[in-house]
């Protein structure tokens, strides 16, 4: 099956800096890649997603980039704020034909951001 | 104001013992799966369900089992519990034909098996 794999595992930034978070899969098959946000207790939440039909995706401070020939995928947050402190998730899924929208999942990213 | 339901959110079993973790969801959607998050595995696939069928399976022990009573519900019933099985079971679902068929996460069941 497909893996993904994420990094760094820890990020620490200062207030108003940019951080990047980077992901990388295996099959060439995968053709969605969403990101998600978890705060502590809370359920991951949708935060920007990505097809593979383009390569850049913005969303106000989020950005997505997408290299489908090195099969490389990024979250770049652009002027961090405290409230971005949180556990990111990459996630790709490949395309089955079915009804299924099984996503494999990154390891996760510990975002925190200090003012 | 949740529109996929999990309960309990909180649940504490002895080794052995049998439990079921409830969803459901009210989002329309016709799939509807099941993933596990603890220390070891963050956010691991476990089943899915389209139309009440199973589609897919990734998990290799069949002390878990799914079960769909109705298009928007997908409970999954845990037998002989072991505390390795300690984990936040989340329920998830989206809507299969939609362009980006986004997958949406209720709030989880923290289970801890003694």
């Known amino acids: 099956g497909e893996q993904v794999e994420q990094l760094p595992s820890i990020l620490r930034v200062q207030e108003g800096s940019s951080a990047s978070i980077n992901c990388s899969y295996e099959?060439?098959?995968?053709?969605?890649f969403p990101w998600y946000k978890q705060e502590p207790g809370e359920n991951p939440k949708l935060i920007i997603d990505?097809?593979?039909?383009?390569e850049r995706k913005q969303i106000q401070e989020l950005i997505v980039l997408l290299d489908k020939k090195a099969k490389r995928f990024s979250l770049h947050i652009t002027d961090t704020q405290p409230g971005d402190s949180a556990m990111y998730f990459c996630?790709?899924?490949?395309?089955?034909?079915?009804?299924?929208?099984?996503?494999?999942f990154g390891k996760g990213t510990k975002l925190s951001v200090k003012s | 104001d949740p529109k996929i339901i999990q309960k309990p959110k909180y649940l504490v079993a002895v080794t052995g013992s049998e439990k079921i973790l409830i969803c459901e969801q009210y989002?329309?959607?016709?799939?509807m799966y099941w993933y596990r998050q603890s220390a070891k595995k963050p956010l691991e696939f476990m089943f899915s369900?389209?139309?009440?069928?199973?589609?897919d399976n990734q998990t290799a022990s069949s002390r878990f089992q799914p079960q769909s009573s109705k298009k928007n519900h997908l409970d999954l019933q845990i037998t002989a519990l072991k505390p390795d099985d300690s984990a936040t079971y989340f329920c998830?679902?989206?809507?299969?034909?939609?362009?980006?068929?986004?997958?949406?996460f209720g709030h989880g069941t923290k289970l801890s098996v003694l």
């Open positions: 998830a679902s989206s809507h299969p034909g939609q362009s980006n068929e986004r997958l949406f």
């Open positions: 099959d060439s098959a995968s053709n969605y």
């Open positions: 990505i097809r593979s039909n383009m």
């Open positions: 996630a790709a899924r490949v395309n089955s034909g079915g009804s299924n929208a099984k996503l494999t």
């Open positions: 989002l329309g959607h016709n799939a």
């Open positions: 369900y389209s139309y009440q069928k199973l589609m």
